[in-house]
């Protein structure tokens, strides 16, 4: 037994922390770093395979598009074998992944072992939105999200400023080797360490399992809840994980070991936010307030921040880009109400339902922006300010569109979802 009945319903487990979140977060802290290492890599890429803007996109990209395709199917395995055995298992591809990456000549190479490293990671967060649903009482679920979102941001600050430093005195390649092995050990941490824990989908047969997403797809909840974030998330995915870096570089005139400290305080503003407004969540919640009110709000403000950046840009945009980072994309308060909208049986195909929209978004932002960009001539080897400017203010009216439709059907989505009931481990 992992709880005592005599516990408060609403208290953590250090037990649960060491044995569910630690290995899920360690996870996550390898999946959002590889996620990001292109936005430091971009420079030694471009110049080794004379990649045009839109190659560059397409090729930091193909691990959206990767994500995306295994989702639905994935969804089906986590309901099927639950989320320790499948994470665990993938994480092994996306070793395989770096391998082909650290070793690839080519861009055909390079994207392949890209694609496989998304197969391999496609399930790190909705794994543990599963396995924490499942341990953790409900009303500590987001905030064990946003811990672990935290953990991402960490992830994200070491593909920036360590690994940039660390280009100084070894191959990218080398780096990539690395990641395969600390995949390796991240896979075996999961699988040796994690508990099981009965599946309520696990006797469904597979014909059942897939009918499942027919119910998740045809729900209206779910479809005005996930594809705001999947337009805000994707937004904010495609800039963090790779158009940060060359922005900083062309249009704010940064060197690249200026550009490679400021992603790093980006990265450790990512991580303050996380934590902060993940316990401020918390609080809140706890207190009464609705999760759905509180993402709007924080959807909200990253919204107008992206939108001062592409309007304005110039000398306000470093703590307007800051403070967009800090503040997030608020998915975790989704994720966590859209698992309590729908039975527990369910709980992977939703979230993994979800992540096919915000991945397949975040791919089609990603590389557009390269198209964009790839629509000015390139000067001493910079992309124009007006591009960005360009690309940036096409994202900002879609997210402004996506986020109109979340507030004006307010009346058709209630705020209150259904709480589950808290389950002692078996």
Same mark, same amino acid.
């Given at each position: 037994m992992f709880t005592n009945k005599n516990d408060r319903s609403d208290a953590f487990s250090l037990r649960l922390l060491g044995t569910v979140w630690l290995p899920f977060s360690y996870g996550y802290f390898l999946s959002y770093g590889l996620r990001n290492v292109n936005a430091v890599l971009a420079p030694d890429l471009t110049s080794e395979f004379a990649l045009s803007a839109s190659q560059l996109g397409l090729l930091t990209s193909v691990y959206y598009i990767a994500f995306a395709l295994v989702q639905l199917p994935a969804g089906v395995l986590l309901d099927r074998f639950g989320p320790r055995r499948v994470h665990a298992s993938l994480m092994l591809v996306a070793a395989v992944g770096c391998g082909l990456h650290a070793f690839g000549h080519s861009f055909s190479q390079l994207a392949l072992g890209r694609g496989l490293i998304g197969v391999g990671l496609a399930v790190g967060l909705m794994a543990a939105v599963k396995a924490f649903s499942q341990w953790f009482p409900a009303t500590r679920v987001p905030f064990a999200l946003n811990l672990l979102l935290a953990c991402g941001g960490i992830g994200a600050m070491v593909a920036a400023g360590p690994v940039g430093w660390a280009l100084y005195l070894v191959s990218w390649r080398v780096i990539f080797g690395i990641c395969a092995a600390l995949l390796l050990a991240g896979a075996s941490f999961l699988y040796f360490v994690t508990p099981d824990r009965g599946e309520a989908g696990a006797q469904e047969s597979w014909k059942d399992l897939a009918a499942g997403f027919a119910t998740v797809f045809s729900s209206g909840a779910?479809? &005005?809840?996930?594809?705001?974030?999947?337009?805000?998330?994707?937004?904010?995915?495609?800039?963090?994980?790779?158009?940060?870096?060359?922005?900083?570089?062309?249009?704010?005139?940064?060197?690249? =070991?200026?550009?490679?400290?400021?992603?790093?305080?980006?990265?450790?503003?990512? #991580?303050? @936010?996380?934590?902060? #407004?993940?316990?401020?969540?918390?609080?809140?919640? &706890?207190?009464?307030?609705?999760?759905?009110?509180?993402?709007?709000?924080?959807?909200?403000?990253? #919204?107008?921040?992206? =939108?001062?950046?592409?309007? *304005? @840009?110039?000398?306000?945009?470093?703590?307007?880009?800051?403070?967009?980072?800090?503040?997030?994309?608020?998915?975790?308060?989704?994720?966590?109400?859209?698992?309590?909208?729908?039975?527990?049986?369910?709980? =992977?195909?939703?979230?993994?339902?979800?992540?096919?929209?915000? *991945?397949?978004?975040?791919?089609?932002?990603?590389?557009?922006? @390269?198209?964009?960009?790839?629509?000015?001539?390139?000067?001493?080897?910079?992309?124009?300010?007006?591009?960005?400017?360009?690309?940036?203010?096409?994202? *900002? =009216?879609?997210?402004?569109?996506?986020?109109?439709?979340?507030?004006?059907?307010?009346?058709?989505?209630?705020?209150?979802?259904?709480v589950p009931v808290v389950r002692e481990p078996t």
């Open positions: 779910f479809w &005005r809840l996930s594809l705001v974030m999947a337009v805000v998330s994707g937004t904010f995915s495609s800039v963090q994980s790779l158009w940060i870096g060359p922005w900083l570089r062309d249009s704010a005139g940064l060197a690249r =070991g200026s550009a490679i400290l400021m992603m790093t305080w980006f990265a450790v503003g990512s #991580i303050f @936010g996380f934590a902060v #407004i993940g316990a401020a969540c918390d609080r809140l919640i &706890r207190r009464g307030a609705k999760p759905l009110s509180l993402y709007k709000f924080q959807s909200g403000t990253g #919204i107008a921040l992206f =939108g001062l950046i592409a309007l *304005f @840009g110039g000398s306000i945009a470093m703590p307007l880009w800051a403070a967009y980072f800090m503040v997030g994309s608020g998915g975790a308060l989704v994720l966590a109400t859209l698992t309590r909208r729908f039975p527990a049986k369910l709980s =992977g195909r939703v979230n993994t339902a979800n992540n096919v929209l915000m *991945f397949s978004l975040s791919f089609a932002f990603q590389w557009g922006i @390269g198209a964009v960009l790839d629509q000015w001539p390139v000067v001493d080897g910079r992309y124009s300010p007006s591009g960005y400017q360009a690309a940036f203010l096409v994202l *900002f =009216g879609i997210q402004l569109a996506a986020y109109a439709l979340l507030v004006f059907s307010e009346n058709a989505l209630p705020d209150k979802a259904r």
